[in-house]
């Protein structure tokens, strides 16, 4: 299964595998129905979750009625216990960068947001969009999710000063990115430009950096305050592992 996985990741591109996956993604519900592990999107239960990776496959990380990862299921449960954005009784501006599937219905869904979603390709995008030109008039969005998005863009420091840009003052960001906790350093190289050394080197073919522990301070240089959140440290453990999470990970909880 994982070299299957493995084979469609690397081949097909994502806006076809977005809408190859509405259609497969009730059949592997139903075939993968357990009690072993949870969905905390859904509140769904299976025996398995499947394996996932453009390079080196992670067992048991994508769920088979959402198609959520690691980083969603945390974001998710962040949100909705952390935060006032599923409850919140002002109306709130949200833009959504490169939106996920877990999360577009839901929360084209919710009645006290206003939902923008933008990318360059996604079928999902309201707006098409460049990060590093957005449309948007300044000071617009109380929050912005923008997750796995600033590894794939070659000038991430114009990217995120047009998320500073358009996002309200004391509004909030939500930027993860895949990140080398053992790394100080970012680290990138222009001149990798082949899709397998870029799968190598970056993890993925069309990553063009590793982020290090300094990306936190990258941003702050920016003008984001930053809080580097590890929430699975606030989770029992046996729920990091019922909802398939990745310890310590750290979410990027920014607001200007």
């Known amino acids: 299964m994982k070299k299957i996985f493995k084979f469609i990741l690397n081949t097909i591109p994502r806006p076809i595998l977005i809408r190859l996956s509405i259609v497969v993604r009730p059949i592997l519900a139903f075939l993968l129905k357990g009690n072993k592990f949870t969905d905390p999107i859904d509140g769904k239960s299976f025996r398995m979750f499947l394996p996932y990776g453009y390079g080196n496959q992670r067992n048991n990380v994508l769920s088979p009625s959402t198609l959520s990862l690691e980083r969603h299921r945390l974001l998710w449960l962040y949100l ?6 599923f409850t919140s009784e ?6 959504h960068f490169a939106p996920e599937q877990e999360f577009y219905k839901r929360f084209k869904k919710q009645k006290n947001i206003n939902y923008t979603t933008t990318d360059l390709l996604s079928p999902l995008a309201d707006v098409k969009a460049d990060i590093c030109n957005l449309p948007f008039d300044d000071n617009t969005y109380d929050i912005i999710f923008c997750n796995h998005v ?4 070659p ?3 114009k990217a995120m000063q047009e998320l ?14 895949p990140q080398d906790l053992s790394r100080e350093t970012t680290f990138s190289d222009d001149s990798i430009t082949d899709p397998k050394e870029r799968a190598k080197i970056f993890g993925q073919y069309d990553h063009v950096r590793v982020y290090g522990r300094d990306y936190f ?3 702050r240089s920016i003008g984001f305050k930053v809080e580097e959140v590890d929430y699975t440290n606030t989770i029992a453990s046996e729920l990091v592992t019922k909802y398939c999470l990745a310890k310590g990970e750290i979410i990027p909880v920014c607001f200007k």
Request: charged share 30%; proline share 3%; no cysteine.
């Open 90 to 95: 002002n109306k709130l501006e949200v833009l």
């Open 155 to 157: 000038d991430d420091t």
């Open 80 to 85: 909705q216990n952390e935060t006032d954005f």
């Open 217 to 219: 301070d990258k941003l």
């Open 150 to 153: 600033l590894e794939h863009i």
């Open 164 to 177: 500073y840009r358009v996002l309200k003052p004391g509004g909030m960001g939500i930027f993860q990115i």
